[in-house]
């Protein structure tokens, strides 16, 4: 069933990758909890690299899947340990997807409440010297899950996938190849780039899917409007918004209460 909220008429214009949020935060010490995984389970996905967690704070890292370096940003709750089961959100960032991006934005909106609410988020850059998430990088989106899946397991079996502008854009890019290994799927604002993701929409008909595009973002909400309806038309639970007063960054969802306030109203449903 599609929910619309705050519908606008007269939508107009193309569709283009806009940059995101471009503010940077300082870099959070880290300190090692243990290792990840088994040698066995990381064997058996080609990386050999561990995490390393700090309960409660945004933690830096770099893994390298299939020869591509992949910068990080990490958050898991306090009293997390590695091999636990949590809820997880792979959260792709906006714009050039660069790590300071990454950080700045998993700060602002993840980490806390990701802390207080007991989620596990794993917000990767986009892959060094490579392209963004949401293009041909998308391919290493199967091998990174599997990496995640060796230090926690994520509850109900699959993860949650979330991201911004760029980032949004990348959440379906990545559903399109693991639809079975998402749970629901969530941009602010984003939504299916090209034909290939498109293409894989049925497959989210059993996916929760929650869109939300700024009033004033004109040129992105005809294309999310476009997705909600087929995606409605397939049966599947959607729900599309309009926020009033906004434009492409809204700021009305930036703290993450909204956006984990919606993740944890579709868990394991």
């Known amino acids: 069933m599609l929910i619309r909220r705050f519908a606008l008429v007269g939508l107009v214009g193309v569709a283009s990758a806009c940059s995101g949020a471009s503010d940077t935060a300082p870099r959070s010490s880290t300190a090692p909890l243990t290792d990840a995984g088994s040698a066995d389970a990381l064997a058996t996905v080609g990386i050999d690299d561990v995490i390393e967690l700090e309960p409660g704070a945004l933690v830096d890292g770099t893994l390298t899947v299939d020869g591509a370096q ?6 898991a709750p306090a009293g ?28 602002q909106t993840y980490l806390t409440e990701a802390t207080e609410r007991g989620w596990v988020v794993f917000s990767p850059a986009s892959p060094v010297g490579g392209d963004l998430w949401f293009g041909e990088s998308s391919r290493l989106v199967p091998a990174v899950m599997d990496w995640i899946e060796t230090w926690v397991i994520p509850e109900g079996g699959s993860v949650h996938v979330a991201g911004v502008s760029n980032g949004g854009l990348s959440t379906f890019a990545a559903a399109a190849l693991v639809p079975d290994r998402v749970q629901s799927l969530l941009t602010f604002p984003g939504f299916p780039r090209d034909q290939a993701a498109r293409a894989a929409l049925p497959e989210l008909a059993d996916v929760p899917v929650r869109m939300f595009v700024g009033e004033t973002d004109t040129s992105w909400a005809e294309p999310m409007q476009e997705t ?30 909204r956006i984990f306030d919606e993740l944890d109203a579709v868990r394991n449903r």
């Open 70 to 75: 992949i910068d990080y940003v990490a958050v």
């Open 228 to 257: 909600a309806d087929v995606l409605d038309e397939l049966g599947g639970d959607i729900t599309f918004e309009i926020v009033p007063g906004e434009g492409h960054i809204i700021g009305a969802l930036r703290d993450g209460v």
């Open 80 to 107: 997390f340990e590695v091999g636990d089961t949590a809820p997880v959100l792979l959260a792709f960032p906006p714009g050039g997807q660069d790590i300071d991006t990454t950080r700045s934005v998993a700060e």
